[in-house]
């Protein structure tokens, strides 16, 4: 992977990270379009997904002072919404530490696949442009489903914004609130599997087919393309126009299907 095409998927991966349209899918679709279906597109995809997770740090970065502050001083609302997060993480961390290799063989430029995950994507959004009052909190029940809904986001076409903040409208979650818990509770997870990457890169870096510039570059572009992504996002979900994105997930999905079975 050159550091041009590092660049062209980095921008990809924070631009639609945070929309609700699937990076990973977008990343492979890219790799596919770029020629680097046989490149380690998991590590890429890792590196750039742990970028845009530091965008969100930056972006949310009083709720996280003031979760933190909580936190110490025990005040029992942030003790709650801690454990709440903490309890969506669960489902992924499993999937994650018991089908690593199983996750890691989806990321092969598999279009098809890609397409009809895609095509779910557009159906959880569509559903949650239809369904659900929007007035209510977070819950723990309501946290675990959600968490579950992120954990089948692993799948390279399933959005985990859009799933994530779909199952929350469609419980009946506040707009602003469904944003804010999605775009927080995957930060630990993705800090997480980004460091163990990591770490097996510098441990053999020739055997993961990709360079440290290219590395690097593909983080700043999703960092600084992630940062306005996500601001915006915060925005559509606040005026609820997930619907346009239902419409182009669905387009993208065929379009992805069709080149694969032509």
């Not at 969100?56 to 609302?77: A, C, E, P, W």
């Not at 949650?128 to 986001?153: D, P």
């Not at 994530?164 to 469904?178: C, F, Y």
């Not at 996002?233 to 005026?239: D, E, S």
């Amino acid at each position: 992977m050159t550091w041009i095409e590092a660049l062209i998927l980095g921008v990809v991966q924070g631009l639609t990270e945070f929309l609700p349209v699937s990076s990973s899918g977008h990343l492979e679709i890219g790799a596919v379009l770029l020629g680097l279906q046989n490149s380690n597109n998991l590590l890429f995809a890792v590196v750039v997904h742990l970028a845009t997770a530091m965008s969100t740090v930056v972006v949310y970065r009083r709720d996280i002072s003031q979760l933190t502050l909580g936190l110490f001083s025990f005040k029992s609302n942030e003790w709650s919404f801690a454990l709440k997060i903490i309890l969506s993480m669960i489902p992924v961390a499993i999937i994650g530490l018991l089908w690593q290799d199983e996750i890691e063989a989806f990321f092969s430029g598999n279009l098809l696949l890609v397409g009809s995950m895609l095509l779910i994507t557009a159906i959880l959004l569509t559903m949650s442009h239809y369904f659900g009052k929007r007035e209510g909190e977070v819950t723990f029940l309501k946290a675990l489903i959600i968490g579950l809904a992120q954990a089948v986001a692993v799948l390279p076409g399933i959005s985990r914004s859009g799933a994530t903040i779909s199952t929350a409208l469609i419980l009946g979650v506040d707009r602003e609130k469904a944003a804010r818990f999605s775009f927080l509770m995957v930060l630990i997870p993705i800090m997480g599997a980004a460091m163990l990457k990591l770490k097996d890169y510098f441990e053999a870096p020739a055997a993961a087919g990709i360079s440290m510039l290219s590395l690097v570059i593909g983080f700043l572009a999703a960092f600084l393309s992630g940062y306005f992504a996500c601001r915006l996002m915060v925005r559509l979900v606040k005026k609820g126009s997930l619907i346009f994105f239902a419409i182009y997930c669905a387009l993208i999905g065929l379009v992805a299907i069709i080149s694969q079975l032509a």
